[in-house]
């Protein structure tokens, strides 16, 4: 992987992307020897990052729409030059896997199209998917572009809800910074009813809630779907977080941020979820908690930044017990017991009922059970990667006015908790025999989408 924002000719881009590709084509016939079905790689896996219009373009071929029924290894010409596509193609039907991968699209255009760029051609952060024949069977424009992204590349003028049918279940795809947002991530759970979601990202980790194998376990377990996330590893730029979740939690997953070693996962997972008995029952999140006190002014409370949103906190000063904090119109309760109560730990319930604003522009509602950076209360909420703490019970409730709650537990060493905890029927997290490790976070996080703006004001400021 390189950046590039100098100039390279078509033949430079495709050696560089050829290179990424011997990395990719090793991990695909690995997947394939160990019995996988399908494999997903990162977003920028293939042509990297850091572009302008102009030093991206060389890095794109024209990519069809897949009701041509395409295999681009048996005929690589059929559309123009795509020695990425044809790679990719045989990559699938010499292993016989699907293979995802994230490369870019260009569409000319002229002066009849009055959006067309003066640059005449559109240019998309493009998601393919190749089934075990080598056949485009998907093709998917990112709809939310992230930051500068959107430089160069162009937004697709609708979002666009991909799905493919397969032996092994119903599936869905969308990248990255899609998944703050209803359209496609939620639409295509929630009314074309998939199975299985796939997604390449290029994720930087932000503690302590925002880090990729918490917050992508998270929204798996909240929509109720299979989730592929397939995380670039970039430790310099933060980014590393890949994982295979069930509705009921992780089933693998990779986070390192002390080698560049990247990493194969690979996980049996059921094909139809929503058939399964562990699937976990509906929930209405607001159940429990409005039906215990409501918060009255406390001197104690005080307030402090999360990732730029001013949350509403209260300390846990004792080792057991219950408290409640609000914010607006969300009040959060917590019960918990700590399995020892530290001197040099603390831990505080915070509440944040809001419109972020930094990097996007995203409507939450959260309840959060979070480690203090220090013991100094002016450090809540800034990203704390350890903690000594065990709890011996957890239970977490708000009253949300969103369906759209995405419950995350966060252990000591940025650590997933899979089997730990579970989400009951009246909206309360909670553990079910107390945390095999120290806790750095237990969260609701909300996300009230009919308060969005429009698409694209919400992507970046
Ligand atoms: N390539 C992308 O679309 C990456 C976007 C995900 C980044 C997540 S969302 C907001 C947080 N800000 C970050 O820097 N990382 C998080």
Known sequence: MAPSQTLVSPDDALALMNRNMDVLEGAVKEAAKQGAHIIVTPEDG?????????????????????????????????FGRAPVQERLSCMARNNSIYVVANIGDKKPCNSSDPKCPSD????????????SEGKLVARYHKYNLFMSEA?????????????????????????CFDILFREPAV??????????????????????????????????????????????????????????YAPDGARAYYYNMKTEDGHLLIAELDSHPRLSTAFPPAVSWSSYASNVESCLPDENDFSGLIFHDQFTFTELSKPEGSVTVCQKDLRCHLSYKMAEKRDDEVYVLGAFDGLHVVEGQYYLQICTLLKCKSTDLSTCG???????????????????????????????????APGEFEVLSDGRLQSKNGTSKPVLTVTLFGRHYEKDLPHPLRSFL
């Open 46 to 78: 293939i042509y990297g990052w850091v572009f302008t219009r102009e030093t991206i373009y060389p890095y794109l071929e024209d990519i069809p729409d897949p009701e041509v029924n395409w295999i681009p290894c048996t005929d690589p010409t059929r």
């Open 382 to 416: 800034q990203p704390a990667e350890t903690a000594q703490t065990k709890f011996a019970k957890f239970s977490l409730s708000g009253t949300f006015d969103t369906n759209y709650v995405f419950p995350e537990v966060l252990y000591s060493g940025v650590q997933l």
């Open 187 to 244: 639409v295509l759970v929630s009314e074309l009813q998939v199975d299985t979601v796939l997604f390449p990202t290029a994720w930087m980790n932000v503690l302590p809630f925002l880090t990729a194998v918490e917050f992508h376990s998270a929204w798996a377990m909240g929509m109720g779907v299979n989730f592929l996330a397939s995380n670039t590893h970039n430790t310099i730029m933060s980014m590393t977080g890949s994982g295979i």
């Open 120 to 131: 005449g051609c559109y240019q998309y952060n493009t998601d393919v998917v190749f089934d």
């Open 151 to 175: 430089s160069y590349f162009n937004y697709p003028k609708e979002p666009e809800i991909i799905t493919f049918e397969t032996p092994f279940g119903k599936f869905g795809i969308f990248t």
